[in-house]
Structure formats: structure tokens, C-alpha cells
């Protein structure tokens, strides 16, 4: 392989085995605020039981988080040393704030939370857990929005070769931006409540804790339905407007090849990219025209078409980004998400009789699995479906790399990389899943424990 190719895949896994934590940081963080708000309303001890049972998937998570994406800023120097000097201006804006900002927030009050249980008034912990909470999303704002320039540049300006920042403010408002940190904070909510049923349902299941563990079953069933609902409809909107701004990305999602009114929706597909054709597929009849213009009877552009179109705008080249990738990304999310809402709605109707449902508590244990499911494949859509740029519009991909980096360099780099975020990944699971199957009175020891 060529330094370009294992530089992206380098990227693509380091960047998804960081992405794994970082969605239940965002939606456990306040899940256990909104727990302690209770447990301070009603001084009821049950909910700080929970608030700190759930603290401590929160903290192993959190470090995961952090000891993963440390890397990932590296990669920036040694393998992309291109991409950073073109945007480097820019992009270290939001970086560093993020940085000094949000995460020694959030550090800092994590830790102020963990250890503060019996030396602080109830209501300054309290603080720290919203504190903790805020910290979290405010990091995710500013990492999107570096992101999102990359997705709609705004507000800059080209200068010998370089994009400089021309408006801060313009960076900030990039409409991107607030499509895609919704997305992003509620697929947090829904990850949280579907790890915090998983783990419910199995000791429900055992009865262990029933009281406990049956109250965090009816508040995470609650959690995940808005979560799943929300990023549902975020997610469509979402989609509207990358239409608008980044067509082929979402013409390749529908393998749509050519253009069509009104345009179908194929459920499942055999893709032939070098042939630019689909030999076989199940479709829905005019549903892409009502997804992506609200009007069954709408005209979308085809992926042909398409790269004319780019042909003529930026020069000689090809434009399509991996279509078949693109195709069953998309539905792995979708289909992800609207199996998490048709199981949140679930767990909600029955939420009060939850324990005689013993089917739908077996189901929901595994069903953990898929916010991350949706969540991953999700971020593969968005980043490879804007190919062959890394900035839209500015920068191609392999204008980005490093020109001395090395393809045996990276091969080292990789397989080191990849083998210990294997091992990291396996350690924070077994750690979360030794800590989430005991009973509350030995995690409870156990941070008694730790706090002292």
C-alpha cells in the first residue's frame, strides 16, 4: 500500500477506537447529573446509589476517551503534514480552545465529583456533576466545529497557499455545525440509555438490586426514546442540508446513479461501481425525492451527473466518492437507529412492568451494541463520503500527506496503534462489564475505597 492509504487507515482506526467512548461520555455525564439532581430534590439515597454507580462506567470510560484521543492530534504532525499547514490557522483555533477550555473543565470537576461525595455540601456536588456534564458537550461543540469547516469551509481566506481565518464568528455560526453537534449530543442520550438498560436488564433479570436497577431501567427507557427520536429527525434534516452542500455524498449513500423524478429508494442493493450501475435492488418508489425535498415528485441528481457537474467546477478528476461503502453505511446506521427506537419505545410502554417482560430484557443486553453500530458507521458515511477532499472544495486527500512519511513507517505506526487501542478497548470493556454486572454494595465499597 502506498503512504497515503496507510495513512488513512491509520486515521480511520484510531479515530473510530476514540469515537467508541466518546458518545456515552457525552450522554452518561448527564444522565448521572440529572440522577443526583433527583437524589439533592428528594434526599432520597437510592439515586445517589445509582449517581455513583453509574460514575464509575462514567470514569472508565472518560479515561479511555482520553488516552485514545491523545493520538489522534499526533497524526496531524506526522502524517498529515500537509493538511496542517493549509489549515492549520484555522483548525488549531477551535483545537486548543477546546483543550484549555472544555476538557480541563471537565477533568477537573470529574475529579472534584469522584473524590468530593463526602467532603462537599450536597448541592457544590451537585455542580460538579453538571459541571462534568457541561465540560463533556462543550468539547464535542468545539472538535465539530473544526470538523465542520473541513465539511463547509466558511469565514476564511486563501493566502500563499494556506486558508487563514478571515471571521471567527463566521466559524462559529457554519451552519454544519448545527446540524451535525445535535446529532452528536443526542446520539450521546441514546447511547447512555441504551448502556444504561443493558446493564439494568441483566441484573433485573437475576434480581439483584431490583429496586435500584428497575428505577434506572424506567429513566434510561425514557432517556433513549428522546435520544433515539431526536437524532432520528436531526439526522433527516441533516441530510437535507448535506444534500444541498455535499450532493455526491449523498447520491452515493442512495447508490443513486442516475438522476431521477421522482427518485427511489433502494432498500438493498448489489453495486457494480465499475460498471456504475446496480444489477439488482429492492426499491421504494419516489421515497428519496420525499427524504431529501419533503416532495414525492421531486427531481434528485445522479451520481453521473453529479460528477460532471464537479468536473466542470473544480477540474479534471473523479469525484465519486466509494459508493458501495457509502450505500450500507448509511443503512447500517439507519436501520440501527430505528431498531433503537422501536426497542426504547418498547422498554418505555412496559417500563412499569418491565420484569415480566424477561424476552425484552434478554434483547436489550445485546442491543447495547448498536448506538455504536450506528454511531461508527455513521462517522464513516460523513468522512469518506465527501472523497476525494479532506477540506470540501479546498484540499484533496492526497494533497494532505505528508511528502517524507514513509509507507514502512507507517506500517510500524499502525500495527503498534492498532494492537494496543485492541488491547485499551478490551481493558475498558472487561472494566466496565466487571463493574456493571456486581451488585452496588461492592461497586459502592469498591469507590469508597478509591475516595479515601
Known amino acids: 500500500m502506498s503512504a497515503l492509504t496507510l495513512a488513512r487507515w491509520q486515521f480511520a482506526i484510531t479515530t473510530i477506537f476514540h469515537f467508541f467512548f466518546v458518545p456515552l461520555t457525552l450522554g452518561l455525564s448527564i444522565f448521572i447529573a440529572l440522577i443526583e439532581t433527583k437524589y439533592v430534590r428528594t434526599g432520597d439515597e437510592s439515586y445517589k446509589k445509582a449517581a455513583r454507580f453509574w460514575g464509575t462506567i462514567l470514569l472508565i470510560n472518560f479515561v479511555m476517551g482520553v488516552v485514545t484521543g491523545i493520538v489522534q492530534e499526533f497524526q496531524f504532525g506526522l502524517n498529515w503534514s500537509e493538511y496542517s499547514r493549509f489549515m492549520g490557522d484555522i483548525f488549531g483555533a477551535p483545537l486548543a480552545i477546546e483543550a484549555l477550555l472544555a476538557f480541563y473543565l471537565e477533568s477537573t470537576f470529574l475529579g472534584v465529583w469522584l473524590f468530593g461525595w463526602d467532603r462537599l455540601s450536597k448541592k457544590a456536588h451537585l455542580a460538579a456533576a453538571w459541571l462534568v456534564a457541561l465540560g463533556s458537550n462543550i468539547s464535542a461543540l468545539w472538535i465539530l466545529i473544526a470538523n465542520s469547516f473541513m465539511q463547509h469551509p466558511v469565514g476564511y481566506g486563501l493566502e500563499g497557499g494556506r486558508a487563514v481565518m478571515r471571521d471567527f464568528w463566521a466559524l462559529l455560526a457554519n451552519p454544519n455545525v448545527w446540524y451535525q453537534f445535535p446529532h452528536v449530543f443526542t446520539a450521546g442520550i441514546t447511547t447512555a440509555g441504551f448502556v444504561v438498560m443493558a446493564f439494568s436488564a441483566w441484573h433485573l433479570l437475576r434480581q439483584r438490586e431490583a429496586a435500584l436497577f428497575r428505577r434506572s431501567f424506567r429513566w434510561a427507557a425514557v432517556y433513549a426514546l428522546i435520544g433515539a427520536i431526536l437524532v432520528g429527525v436531526i439526522g433527516h434534516l441533516q441530510g437535507q442540508f448535506v444534500l444541498q452542500h455535499q450532493p455526491l455524498k449523498m447520491a452515493a449513500a442512495e447508490a443513486l446513479w442516475e438522476t431521477e423524478k421522482p427518485a427511489a429508494f433502494a432498500i438493498v442493493a448489489a453495486i457494480d ?5 446496480n444489477p439488482f435492488a429492492v426499491r421504494i418508489p419516489a421515497m428519496v425525492s420525499f427524504l431529501s425535498y419533503n416532495n414525492f415528485t421531486a427531481e434528485v441528481k445522479g451520481i453521473k451527473e453529479l460528477q460532471a457537474e464537479a468536473v466542470q467546477q473544480y477540474g479534471p478528476g473523479h469525484y465519486i466518492p466509494p ?12 436501520g440501527s437507529g430505528m431498531l433503537m427506537a422501536l426497542l426504547a419505545l418498547l422498554a418505555v410502554v ?3 412492568q418491565i420484569e415480566r417482560r424477561a424476552w425484552l430484557l434478554k434483547i436489550l443486553i445485546p442491543a447495547a451494541v448498536l ?9 464513516v458515511l460523513t468522512e469518506t463520503g465527501r472523497w476525494p477532499w479532506i477540506v470540501y472544495g479546498l484540499q484533496k486527500i492526497e494533497d494532505a500527506v505528508s511528502p517524507n512519511v514513509t509507507a514502512g513507517s507507517i506500517v510500524f505506526s499502525l500495527t503498534v496503534m492498532g494492537l494496543l487501542y485492541a488491547f485499551l478497548t478490551a481493558v475498558a470493556v472487561r472494566l466496565a462489564l466487571k463493574h456493571g454486572t456486581v451488585s452496588p454494595e461492592a461497586a459502592g465499597l469498591a469507590a469508597a475505597a478509591r475516595a479515601k
Open 350 to 352: 412496559w417500563r412499569n
Open 371 to 379: 448506538p455504536y453500530l450506528a454511531g461508527t458507521f455513521g462517522w
Open 323 to 334: 459508493v458501495a461503502l457509502n450505500f450500507w453505511s448509511f443503512r447500517i446506521m439507519v
Open 273 to 277: 461501481e465499475q460498471a456504475q450501475q
